[in-house]
């Protein structure tokens, strides 16, 4: 069975500055789809990015990376310039691409992030 | 453009009591659905999905049950509910069952005393 791990339970960051959340999974798959959302107080769940496992080049959305690293099942988000109304829980996702894998989203258990003025 | 509805937004029930949420789409046709649960410190855990009317695959067995009697229309319900019911159930849904975001609903926020 595939699992998602995320490590970090909370991190911190200055306004401006840079943060990495980090996550892993464990998988026998070859092809899948990583996904990083975030939920902020409100608790709607938000789409950040995503990364399909068979592309080479990381996702990038403004102001959000991934740096996935399939040989290390490693998928880890980084924030740049980071924002007040980044502050949420940020959770990481593995879904599979064949069969009952379909649409079956596996989250970590997300990674608190408070962002300082 | 698409959107998710979910109530009630909040629902304190006593152990024992049954239980009916409901979530609906708008803006589209024949979505795949979803219900998650979210217990206190923990990620998501998905509890029924579906691909179609009456269609419905559990993914973890327990004391609830998923119906979908429309084709936006999806309910997640409880004959009797458990103390360990109590958490935030969200609904979402998603075009394709692979690879496509999935649109999540508001949530309800379900304590069970």
């Known amino acids: 069975a595939q699992t998602v791990t995320q490590s970090q339970p909370e991190m911190s960051v200055q306004e401006a500055e840079t943060v990495t959340l980090s996550c892993t999974y464990d998988?026998?798959?070859?092809?899948?789809?990583l996904f990083w959302y975030k939920q902020p107080p409100s608790r709607q769940m938000i789409l950040v990015i995503r990364q399909e496992a068979y592309k080479q080049q990381n996702a990038t959305e403004n102001r959000f990376s991934v740096n996935f690293q399939k040989a290390a099942k490693s998928f880890s988000l980084k924030i740049s310039d980071s924002q007040l109304g980044d502050a949420a829980m940020y959770f990481c996702a593995y879904e599979g691409y064949y069969g009952g894998s379909q649409g079956n989203l596996i989250f970590g258990k997300g990674t608190k992030l408070s962002v300082k003025p | 453009s698409q959107t998710i509805h979910q109530w009630p937004a909040t629902l304190v029930q006593p152990v024992g009591s049954p239980l009916s949420l409901e979530c609906t789409v708008e803006g589209t046709s024949n979505p795949n659905l979803y219900w998650y649960r979210q217990a206190a410190g923990r990620g998501l855990q998905l509890l029924f999905y579906?691909?179609?009317?009456?269609?419905i695959s559990s993914e973890v067995p327990q004391n609830l049950s998923a119906s979908r009697p429309q084709d936006r229309q999806f309910i997640l319900s409880s004959k009797k509910l458990l103390l360990s019911d109590s958490g935030f159930y969200l609904c979402?849904?998603?075009?394709?069952?692979?690879?496509?975001?999935?649109?999540f609903g508001p949530g309800t926020r379900l304590t069970v005393t």
């Open positions: 579906s691909v179609g009317i009456g269609q």
């Open positions: 979402a849904w998603s075009v394709t069952r692979a690879s496509y975001e999935q649109y």
């Open positions: 998988t026998s798959e070859s092809d899948y789809y």
